[in-house]
Protein backbone atom coordinates (compact mmCIF):
# COMPACT_ATOMS: atom_id res chain seq x y z
CA UNK A 1 0.00 0.00 0.00
CA UNK A 2 1.27 3.60 -0.92
CA UNK A 3 2.72 5.13 1.57
CA UNK A 4 0.96 8.41 3.50
CA UNK A 5 2.35 11.41 4.76
CA UNK A 6 0.33 13.96 7.44
CA UNK A 7 1.49 16.94 9.45
CA UNK A 8 1.51 15.97 13.05
CA UNK A 9 -0.70 18.08 14.44
CA UNK A 10 -3.20 21.11 13.49
CA UNK A 11 -5.33 23.81 15.34
CA UNK A 12 -8.10 25.37 14.04
CA UNK A 13 -10.25 27.94 15.47
CA UNK A 14 -14.31 26.73 16.37
CA UNK A 15 -16.72 27.57 13.37
CA UNK A 16 -14.09 27.83 10.33
CA UNK A 17 -13.12 24.90 8.39
CA UNK A 18 -10.30 22.69 8.95
CA UNK A 19 -8.77 21.64 5.78
CA UNK A 20 -6.40 18.73 6.73
CA UNK A 21 -4.13 17.67 4.06
CA UNK A 22 -2.29 14.28 2.94
CA UNK A 23 0.73 13.47 0.48
CA UNK A 24 0.41 10.45 -1.14
CA UNK A 25 2.80 10.70 -4.13
CA UNK A 26 3.02 7.08 -4.36
CA UNK A 27 -0.69 6.27 -4.64
CA UNK A 28 -1.26 3.50 -7.59
CA UNK A 29 -4.15 3.34 -9.69
CA UNK A 30 -6.42 1.16 -7.82
CA UNK A 31 -6.17 2.50 -4.25
CA UNK A 32 -8.46 4.57 -2.38
CA UNK A 33 -7.82 7.19 0.29
CA UNK A 34 -9.36 6.73 3.14
CA UNK A 35 -10.00 9.00 6.24
CA UNK A 36 -10.30 7.67 9.77
CA UNK A 37 -10.78 10.02 13.15
CA UNK A 38 -10.26 9.17 16.61
CA UNK A 39 -11.08 10.96 19.85
CA UNK A 40 -9.82 10.52 22.96
CA UNK A 41 -10.08 7.25 24.35
CA UNK A 42 -12.51 6.20 21.52
CA UNK A 43 -12.34 3.94 18.93
CA UNK A 44 -11.29 5.08 15.38
CA UNK A 45 -14.27 6.35 13.63
CA UNK A 46 -14.74 5.94 9.79
CA UNK A 47 -15.03 9.70 7.79
CA UNK A 48 -14.93 9.30 4.14
CA UNK A 49 -13.11 7.34 1.54
CA UNK A 50 -12.79 8.33 -2.33
CA UNK A 51 -10.39 7.17 -5.56
CA UNK A 52 -10.51 10.10 -7.72
CA UNK A 53 -13.44 12.18 -7.76
CA UNK A 54 -14.29 14.49 -5.12
CA UNK A 55 -16.19 13.53 -2.18
CA UNK A 56 -18.94 14.43 0.09
CA UNK A 57 -21.18 13.15 3.17
CA UNK A 58 -22.57 14.37 6.47
CA UNK A 59 -19.20 14.58 8.42
CA UNK A 60 -16.54 16.11 5.72
CA UNK A 61 -15.75 16.55 1.94
CA UNK A 62 -12.57 14.75 0.47
CA UNK A 63 -10.88 16.68 -1.87
CA UNK A 64 -8.52 14.68 -4.30
CA UNK A 65 -5.89 16.43 -6.71
CA UNK A 66 -6.51 15.36 -10.31
CA UNK A 67 -2.94 14.03 -10.04
CA UNK A 68 -3.92 11.84 -7.06
CA UNK A 69 -0.90 12.47 -5.74
CA UNK A 70 -2.28 14.62 -2.58
CA UNK A 71 -5.75 14.87 -1.03
CA UNK A 72 -7.38 16.77 1.87
CA UNK A 73 -10.11 16.44 4.58
CA UNK A 74 -12.37 19.40 4.76
CA UNK A 75 -14.26 19.52 7.84
CA UNK A 76 -16.52 23.09 6.70
CA UNK A 77 -17.60 24.35 10.04
CA UNK A 78 -14.80 22.93 13.12
CA UNK A 79 -16.42 22.40 16.50
CA UNK A 80 -15.03 21.88 19.36
CA UNK A 81 -15.84 17.80 19.05
CA UNK A 82 -14.13 17.32 16.40
CA UNK A 83 -10.98 17.66 18.03
CA UNK A 84 -9.00 14.67 17.11
CA UNK A 85 -6.36 12.83 15.68
CA UNK A 86 -6.95 12.15 12.05
CA UNK A 87 -5.85 8.91 10.17
CA UNK A 88 -5.17 9.22 6.08
CA UNK A 89 -5.29 5.77 4.65
CA UNK A 90 -4.54 4.40 1.56
CA UNK A 91 -5.94 0.95 0.62
CA UNK A 92 -5.70 -1.07 -2.57
CA UNK A 93 -8.97 -3.47 -2.95
CA UNK A 94 -7.59 -7.27 -2.99
CA UNK A 95 -10.52 -9.50 -3.07
CA UNK A 96 -12.36 -9.69 0.42
CA UNK A 97 -9.03 -10.48 2.76
CA UNK A 98 -7.83 -6.56 3.19
CA UNK A 99 -6.91 -5.18 6.35
CA UNK A 100 -6.38 -1.20 6.99
CA UNK A 101 -2.77 0.24 8.91
CA UNK A 102 -3.08 3.75 10.18
CA UNK A 103 0.43 5.93 10.63
CA UNK A 104 0.45 8.50 13.11
CA UNK A 105 -2.17 11.08 11.54
CA UNK A 106 -2.46 14.63 12.66
CA UNK A 107 -3.67 15.95 15.87
CA UNK A 108 -6.38 18.53 15.18
CA UNK A 109 -7.20 20.82 17.69
CA UNK A 110 -10.18 22.80 17.81
CA UNK A 111 -10.33 25.97 19.71
CA UNK A 112 -12.77 28.87 21.05
CA UNK B 1 -27.89 -1.68 16.28
CA UNK B 2 -25.81 -1.48 19.44
CA UNK B 3 -22.31 -1.38 17.78
CA UNK B 4 -19.13 -3.08 18.22
CA UNK B 5 -19.15 -4.42 22.14
CA UNK B 6 -16.02 -5.19 23.42
CA UNK B 7 -15.65 -6.20 27.64
CA UNK B 8 -14.50 -5.81 29.46
CA UNK B 9 -14.05 -1.65 29.53
CA UNK B 10 -10.63 -2.22 31.68
CA UNK B 11 -8.71 -4.96 32.61
CA UNK B 12 -5.82 -4.63 35.21
CA UNK B 13 -4.14 -8.22 36.26
CA UNK B 14 -0.60 -9.15 37.66
CA UNK B 15 2.08 -10.57 35.18
CA UNK B 16 1.84 -14.21 34.57
CA UNK B 17 -1.82 -13.94 34.28
CA UNK B 18 -4.12 -15.23 31.84
CA UNK B 19 -5.95 -12.25 29.91
CA UNK B 20 -9.23 -13.18 27.69
CA UNK B 21 -10.54 -10.13 25.84
CA UNK B 22 -14.02 -10.42 24.21
CA UNK B 23 -15.71 -9.10 21.05
CA UNK B 24 -19.49 -9.24 19.33
CA UNK B 25 -19.06 -7.15 16.32
CA UNK B 26 -21.76 -6.05 14.48
CA UNK B 27 -24.87 -8.37 13.23
CA UNK B 28 -24.39 -9.41 9.29
CA UNK B 29 -20.44 -8.26 9.25
CA UNK B 30 -18.27 -11.49 8.40
CA UNK B 31 -14.87 -9.77 8.95
CA UNK B 32 -13.53 -8.67 12.42
CA UNK B 33 -10.36 -7.14 13.77
CA UNK B 34 -7.99 -6.75 16.77
CA UNK B 35 -6.16 -3.69 16.74
CA UNK B 36 -3.76 -2.60 19.81
CA UNK B 37 -2.72 0.90 20.61
CA UNK B 38 -0.07 2.34 22.48
CA UNK B 39 1.72 5.52 22.70
CA UNK B 40 4.85 4.48 21.17
CA UNK B 41 3.47 1.85 18.30
CA UNK B 42 0.26 3.72 17.21
CA UNK B 43 -2.34 1.15 16.17
CA UNK B 44 -1.34 -2.23 15.03
CA UNK B 45 -2.97 -4.25 13.25
CA UNK B 46 -2.73 -7.94 15.63
CA UNK B 47 -5.32 -10.50 13.39
CA UNK B 48 -8.29 -10.20 10.90
CA UNK B 49 -10.71 -12.88 10.57
CA UNK B 50 -12.91 -13.11 7.64
CA UNK B 51 -15.89 -15.51 7.75
CA UNK B 52 -14.70 -16.55 10.78
CA UNK B 53 -11.66 -18.04 9.24
CA UNK B 54 -8.02 -16.27 10.47
CA UNK B 55 -6.76 -14.81 6.89
CA UNK B 56 -3.65 -12.75 8.89
CA UNK B 57 -2.01 -13.53 12.29
CA UNK B 58 1.68 -11.40 10.99
CA UNK B 59 0.97 -8.51 13.78
CA UNK B 60 0.04 -10.89 17.10
CA UNK B 61 3.39 -10.23 18.85
CA UNK B 62 4.49 -14.03 20.33
CA UNK B 63 3.03 -17.09 21.20
CA UNK B 64 1.41 -15.55 24.31
CA UNK B 65 -0.67 -14.41 22.11
CA UNK B 66 -4.10 -16.32 20.57
CA UNK B 67 -7.40 -15.06 19.11
CA UNK B 68 -10.65 -17.48 18.56
CA UNK B 69 -13.75 -16.80 16.72
CA UNK B 70 -15.66 -19.63 16.77
CA UNK B 71 -19.13 -18.22 15.09
CA UNK B 72 -20.24 -14.73 13.40
CA UNK B 73 -20.88 -13.53 16.84
CA UNK B 74 -18.09 -13.55 18.70
CA UNK B 75 -13.95 -13.63 19.16
CA UNK B 76 -11.59 -13.61 21.98
CA UNK B 77 -8.21 -12.12 22.50
CA UNK B 78 -6.52 -14.30 24.61
CA UNK B 79 -3.06 -13.22 26.44
CA UNK B 80 -1.28 -16.05 28.50
CA UNK B 81 0.69 -15.36 30.07
CA UNK B 82 0.65 -11.78 30.17
CA UNK B 83 3.35 -9.53 30.89
CA UNK B 84 3.72 -5.30 31.57
CA UNK B 85 4.94 -4.77 28.12
CA UNK B 86 1.10 -6.32 26.68
CA UNK B 87 -0.54 -3.35 28.65
CA UNK B 88 -2.29 -1.24 25.87
CA UNK B 89 -6.04 -0.29 24.72
CA UNK B 90 -7.53 -3.17 22.57
CA UNK B 91 -9.37 -2.99 20.10
CA UNK B 92 -11.71 -4.81 18.05
CA UNK B 93 -13.82 -4.09 14.88
CA UNK B 94 -16.48 -5.10 12.19
CA UNK B 95 -16.60 -5.11 8.65
CA UNK B 96 -19.72 -5.87 6.45
CA UNK B 97 -17.63 -6.66 3.31
CA UNK B 98 -19.58 -6.06 -0.31
CA UNK B 99 -18.92 -6.02 -3.90
CA UNK B 100 -17.37 -2.64 -3.85
CA UNK B 101 -14.34 -1.66 -2.03
CA UNK B 102 -15.12 -1.16 1.27
CA UNK B 103 -12.58 -0.78 3.73
CA UNK B 104 -15.54 1.06 6.46
CA UNK B 105 -14.56 -0.46 9.86
CA UNK B 106 -17.11 -0.11 12.80
CA UNK B 107 -14.68 0.32 16.20
CA UNK B 108 -15.68 -0.65 19.51
CA UNK B 109 -14.45 1.15 22.72
CA UNK B 110 -11.90 -0.69 23.26
CA UNK B 111 -10.56 -2.59 26.46
CA UNK B 112 -7.56 -1.18 28.10
CA UNK B 113 -5.75 -3.15 29.23
CA UNK B 114 -3.00 -3.09 32.53
CA UNK B 115 -0.64 -5.51 33.71
CA UNK B 116 1.50 -5.06 36.45
Known amino acids: DAKTTQPPSMDCAEGRAANLPCNHS???????VYWYRQIHSQGPQYIIHGLKNNETNEMASLIITEDRKSSTLILPHATLRDTAVYYCIVRSRTGTASKLTFGTGTRLQVTL | DAGVIQSPRHEVTEMGQEVTLRCKPI?????LFWYRQTMMRGLELLIYFNNNVPIDDSGMPEDRFSAKMPNASFSTLKIQPSEPRDSAVYFC??????????????FGSGTQLSVL
Open chain 2, 27 to 31: SGHNS
Open chain 2, 93 to 106: ASRATGRETNEKLF
Open chain 1, 26 to 32: TISGNEY
